[in-house]
């Protein structure tokens, strides 16, 4: 029995499955002919609720560390410490007036928040955010997740063509441009994971990695073609969910406000909260392919329920969001550009090269265990240096010159 599974028992296994076991007792418990709508509710309703509960708390917590950072205090008047201002913010979504442009396509314009929102929801449907814990078990379960993630560029596209706007449409263009270039990254660095575990199921993964050496995890991010994989899904991930400092789409001096310009009241609301929604869901993909999932860090603190370790490392997550997005500049279009094809996508391709390496290395022995984690940051280290260095050639960075005005 793996390390996991042997701490995870008695009355901590019971705390552990505790929502599996009420799941269980009210579908047993229910007339046959209600037991599917039971099913259904028990797992829909908790994504609805707890996920854009997540959004709310998060619209705070990013509000106060970006003031933080920017050395101000942020949200503080409604509420206790400011905590209840996503109520207000909803108010004044739900009470603001729905404008629509005259010479808009109003159908395609009133659909494209409800695909974008709907879209972000079904991706959590093969997420395991605990043990057993997980709305429909696929055996292509990724292979649906990243299905479900492209059909978002299609709820883009529908909202800047429709708005009849040249920002809109632009924003859209450059959302789209973006999206499928870091969508090819985002998928290739899961490839490594598939590989060595052998499975496109999200759980199953995270079986794979729930089992312990000593106290120490079998984590993917600890192997060198894990943690480079790692840094790379989660980089691709922040373009792909127009995250600083690749929030080029909504770069507010250049096209106004991107696709969504158009929209106002709940409708940009939605935009909004389909955004976080995919920053989750990507989050949450990104620790189930290489953190583990919802297993424990070190094989004693298994005994803490799985679910409070899946959204513990998320809220950690979400904290590295809010932090990259407080320090670091926008990129330009060209850098953008540039850096998913001529960088991000080779060392894509080159973990893969590593982790195969990995995979038909022996690793009976210490020795022949560090040879390999050697080898393979070799491999990885030598082309990032090259890619990099490439990046730079060509380029001259030269002092500003600042020019005042001079009267004549």
């Known amino acids: 029995m793996s390390g996991y599974f042997a701490m995870a028992t008695g009355l901590a296994g019971k705390i552990d499955q505790i929502f599996v076991t009420f799941d269980h ?217 127009n995250r600083s400092p690749f929030d080029l789409p909504e770069g507010e001096s250049e096209i106004i406000a991107g696709y969504f310009v158009e929209y106002s009241g709940f409708k940009f609301a939605l935009f909004f909260l389909a955004e976080y929604l995919e920053i989750f869901a990507v989050s949450a993909m990104g620790i189930t392919l290489f953190l583990g999932g919802w297993s424990a860090p070190l094989s004693f603190l298994a005994v803490i329920p799985s679910w409070i370790w899946f959204f513990g490392k998320l809220l950690v997550m979400i904290g590295v969001f809010i932090w990259v997005r407080g320090t670091m500049p926008r990129l330009r279009m060209d850098q953008l550009m540039n850096f998913a094809w001529k960088f991000m996508l080779p060392m894509t391709l080159i973990v893969m090269v590593s982790a195969g390496v990995w995979r038909f290395l022996p690793d009976s022995g210490v020795a022949w265990y560090i040879g390999r984690w050697l080898i393979c940051a070799v491999i990885i280290v030598a082309p990032y240096v090259a890619l990099a260095r490439g990046l730079q050639l060509g380029k001259k960075v030269e002092q500003r010159v600042y020019r005042y005005a001079e009267e004549g």
């Open 25 to 241: 007792w009210a579908v047993t418990n229910t007339p046959a002919p209600l037991q599917w709508l039971v099913q259904v509710l028990l797992i829909v309703v908790p994504i609805l609720a707890i996920f854009p509960g997540l959004f709310a708390l998060t619209t705070v917590l990013e509000r106060k560390g970006l003031g933080r950072i920017q050395n101000r205090y942020g949200p503080n008047r409604v509420g206790p410490y400011g905590l209840l201002q996503p109520i207000a913010d909803a108010v004044k979504s739900l009470t603001k007036e729905d404008i629509v442009p005259r010479t808009a396509d109003g159908v395609v314009h009133y659909l494209a928040p409800l695909v974008v929102v709907a879209t972000a929801f079904l991706a959590y449907a093969v997420l395991p955010v605990g043990r057993n814990m997980i709305a429909v078990h696929l055996d292509a379960g990724l292979l649906f997740f990243f299905a479900i993630g492209s059909a978002t560029e299609l709820a883009v596209f529908m909202a800047g063509w429709s708005s009849r706007n040249k920002y809109s449409l632009l924003g859209a263009m450059r959302a789209i441009a973006q999206m499928i270039s870091y969508e090819v990254p985002l998928i290739l660095s899961s490839v490594a994971v598939i590989m060595i575990a052998g499975t496109l199921s999200p759980d199953k993964i995270v079986l794979e990695q729930a089992s312990y050496t000593g106290i120490f995890p079998h984590w993917y991010v600890f192997t060198p073609w894990g943690l480079a994989g790692f840094l790379l899904f989660m980089t691709a991930a922040a373009a792909e969910t």
